[in-house]
C-alpha cells in the first residue's frame, strides 16, 4: 500500500488548518480543507465554508481555475465524498478536473462512505494514498462530533464545569457564581457558539434562571454571538416555569425540554403551546432515557452538545457512557463543606479499576484558572 512522503505530510496538515477555517457553520457536515498540488507548487487551495455550499475540493479547484491541474495531486483533510447530497460528488470534480493523485488524512465513517469514495477514485484510475499516524490523529479529532454522529446516530458530548481546588462546585448553601475567572467565562461563551445544542438539568435551571446565548462579551454581556444553539433542559417531571427566561426568546432560539413519560400531561402540553418542543425520552433509569434523548435530538441533526451541568445529570450522562469529553476549569479557591457539591454525582466505580480513564490529558492556564481538558472517547 502506498504511504505518504514528507512532502504529502507538509501539504496535509495545510488542509487540516484550511479545514478548520469552516469552524461550526460546517454543522453538521464534518470540517474539510484541500490543497492541490503539482511539480512542487501549490495551484489551488479550499475549505468548506459553510452547509450547502461548495465542498473542499471544488472550492480548491476553483481557486486553481485557469491551471492545467493534470497530472496533479489533490490533499484532502477527509475522503471525498462520492454521493449526491447538496452538492455533487466530490470524486466526480476531481477526476473531471485530470488529477491523478488523491492523499487524504482521514477517512469519512458515514454510511454512505466508509472508502466508496476512494474505492471509485482507483476504479477512475486515480493514485489514492491514506495517512496513518499522528496526521490521521488530527484529521479524525479535528471532526469528533461528525464522526460519532456517523457512527451512532447521536450528538458528541462536551462536558463542562468550573471548581475550586477541592473540587466542589458550588458552596454547601449553593452558590456557584462565580467559581472560575471571566476569561473562562468568555472561552464558555466561544465554546457555546460552536456547539449545535447547551443541556442543562431542571435543578439548575430553576436555580439560576438561565438564557444559555453564547454571548460575545462573556457573562455579563448582552451581546448575542451571531450563531445560537439549541437550549435544551433535562426536566423529567416537566417542572420547568413558563415564566422562565428560557421561554422568553424562544421564537428565535429553540428550546427543547426533556420528559419523561412520569410527566403530568397538563405540564407538558402548556409548555409546548408556548413554543416548547417537548422530548419523551424513554427508558427504565436516567442513563436509558439520557440515550433515548439523544437519539430524539441526533433526529434533529444535532450533532454536539455541551453539557453544563448540574452534577446529577453530569452523573446520568457519565454512567450512560454519553460523555466523549471533560473540560474542568479549576479556580484557586477552596470552599470546604462536607455537603458542598462534586462535578459529577454518578453512581460511580466500585473500584479504582473500573473508573473512567481518560485517553488524553491537557492542562493550559485561562486568566487565574487552570483548565484541565480530558478526551474520553474516540470517534
Not at 90 to 99: L, N, Y
Request: charged share 25%; hydrophobic share 40%.
Amino acid at each position: 500500500m502506498p504511504t505518504t512522503t514528507d512532502t504529502d505530510a507538509r501539504h496535509l496538515l495545510r488542509a487540516i488548518e484550511l479545514a478548520q477555517l469552516g469552524g461550526a457553520s460546517v454543522n453538521p457536515n464534518p470540517r474539510v480543507g484541500a490543497v492541490i498540488v503539482k511539480d512542487g507548487e501549490t495551484l489551488g487551495e479550499g475549505f468548506h465554508r459553510e452547509v450547502g455550499g461548495p465542498h473542499a475540493e471544488v472550492e480548491a479547484i476553483r481557486d486553481a481555475a485557469g491551471r492545467d491541474l493534470s497530472g496533479a495531486t489533490i490533499y484532502v483533510s477527509l475522503e471525498p465524498c462520492c454521493h449526491q447530497g447538496r452538492t455533487p460528488p466530490c470524486t466526480d470534480a476531481i477526476v473531471d478536473a485530470g488529477i491523478k493523485r488523491v492523499v487524504v488524512a482521514s477517512e469519512d465513517p458515514s454510511a454512505h462512505a466508509a472508502g466508496r469514495g476512494l474505492g471509485i477514485l482507483r476504479d477512475d484510475g486515480v493514485d489514492v494514498v491514506i495517512a496513518e499516524g499522528e496526521i490521521a490523529d488530527q484529521a479524525r479529532l479535528m471532526n469528533q462530533p461528525f464522526r460519532k454522529y456517523a457512527r451512532t446516530g447521536r450528538p458528541w458530548v462536551l462536558f463542562k464545569s468550573a471548581m475550586s481546588l477541592d473540587g466542589k462546585v458550588a458552596t454547601r448553601g449553593g452558590d456557584s457564581k462565580w467559581i472560575s475567572g471571566n476569561e473562562s467565562r468568555l472561552l464558555v461563551h466561544k465554546w457555546r457558539a460552536e456547539v449545535d445544542a447547551i443541556a442543562v438539568g431542571i435543578g439548575t435551571a430553576l436555580a439560576d434562571d438561565p438564557i444559555l446565548t453564547a454571548r460575545t462579551g462573556g457573562s455579563d454581556s448582552h451581546e448575542l454571538a451571531g450563531r445560537q444553539p439549541r437550549r435544551v433542559v433535562f426536566d423529567s417531571m416537566a417542572q420547568l416555569p413558563l415564566s422562565a427566561r428560557l421561554l422568553a426568546d424562544i421564537e428565535t432560539i429553540p428550546l427543547s425540554v426533556v420528559v419523561s413519560r412520569a410527566a403530568q400531561r397538563a405540564a407538558t402540553d402548556a409548555l409546548a403551546a408556548h413554543g416548547v418542543d417537548v422530548i419523551v425520552a424513554t427508558g427504565e433509569n436516567g442513563p436509558a432515557r439520557i440515550c433515548s434523548a439523544l437519539d430524539q435530538l441526533g433526529q434533529y441533526g444535532i450533532t454536539s452538545v455541551l453539557l453544563e451541568g448540574g452534577p446529577k445529570l453530569a452523573g446520568a450522562f457519565l454512567d450512560a457512557g454519553e460523555i466523549d469529553e471533560i473540560r474542568l476549569f479549576i479556580a484557586p479557591l477552596v470552599l470546604g463543606g462536607r455537603s458542598a457539591r462534586d462535578p459529577i454525582e454518578s453512581e460511580g466505580a466500585e473500584v479504582v479499576a473500573d473508573a473512567v480513564r481518560s485517553l488524553t490529558l491537557g492542562c493550559q492556564s485561562i486568566g487565574d484558572d487552570l483548565l484541565v481538558s480530558a478526551r474520553i472517547k474516540e470517534w
